[in-house]
């Protein structure tokens, strides 16, 4: 059984950096080409993908949070790790790690499962 | 970006009813168009990829369609266990992106 489970602060203040921890079992992230998302939710919004690295480490990242992100991981730990930097009120919101599914032998992508999510409030 | 416009925002039907949602992009997809389903404090569920094929375990009720721009979630039979918040989304190029999200209501 594939599960995914967020970890991380619940609670920052502005301007602080944020470490969000994704722990994943049931599937390998050194195998094949294995990848994991990080998309989040304001209260009451629509959802946002933030960033994804597959298992060649080729990693990608919202345009509008480039520079303030940075996604990484540990295939020993089987763990994905998503920094954000200079949190700001705005980002309050729940944050969700999900799998990359594919179809075999294409670029068809499609997140499932995803975990919980790990809801972060930013206020001083 | 691409930009994803769904509608409408939001919907009220019965049980029983035919239900059609709809997701426009900003430019041509293809058929790479995902469908989830969103339930009150819960993570989303993925129900059609690529378009048009059913994640395993959906049940049948639900189907998608469409290419290019232009995509349709349609659900033939609504049950009580339907009212929730669908969102599209593309896989066409980085940065994915989702609809704004259509609340469907009971009537």
């Known amino acids: 059984q594939v599960t995914l489970k967020e970890s991380g602060p619940v609670l920052v203040k502005p301007t602080e950096t944020v470490t969000l921890t994704c722990t994943v079992s049931g599937f390998s992230l050194s195998n094949g080409m294995m990848g994991v998302s990080w998309i989040r939710q304001p209260p009451g919004k629509a959802l946002e993908w933030l960033a994804h690295i597959f298992s060649n480490d080729e990693k990608s990242y919202s345009t509008s949070l480039w520079s303030r992100l940075t996604i990484s991981q540990d295939t020993s730990k089987s763990q994905v790790v998503l920094t954000m930097t200079n949190m700001d009120p705005v980002d309050t919101g729940t944050y969700y790690c999900?799998?990359?599914?594919?179809?075999?032998?294409?670029?068809?992508?499609?997140?499932?499962?995803w975990g919980q999510g790990t809801l972060v409030t930013v206020s001083s | 970006d691409i930009q994803m416009t769904q509608s409408p925002s939001s919907l009220s039907a019965s049980v029983g009813d035919r239900v059609t949602i709809t997701c426009r992009a900003s430019?041509?997809?293809?058929?790479?168009l995902n469908w989830y389903q969103q339930k009150p404090g819960k993570a989303p569920k993925v129900l059609i990829y690529?378009?048009?094929s059913l994640q395993s375990g959906v049940p049948s009720r639900f189907s998608g369609s469409g290419s290019g721009t232009d995509f349709t979630l349609t659900i033939s039979s609504l049950q009580p266990e339907d009212f929730a918040t669908y969102s599209c989304q593309q896989s066409y190029s980085t940065p994915y992106t989702f609809g704004q999200g259509t609340k469907l209501e009971i009537k």
């Open positions: 690529a378009a048009s």
């Open positions: 999900t799998r990359i599914r594919a179809l075999t032998g294409s670029y068809f992508y499609w997140f499932d499962p």
């Open positions: 430019q041509s997809i293809s058929m790479y």
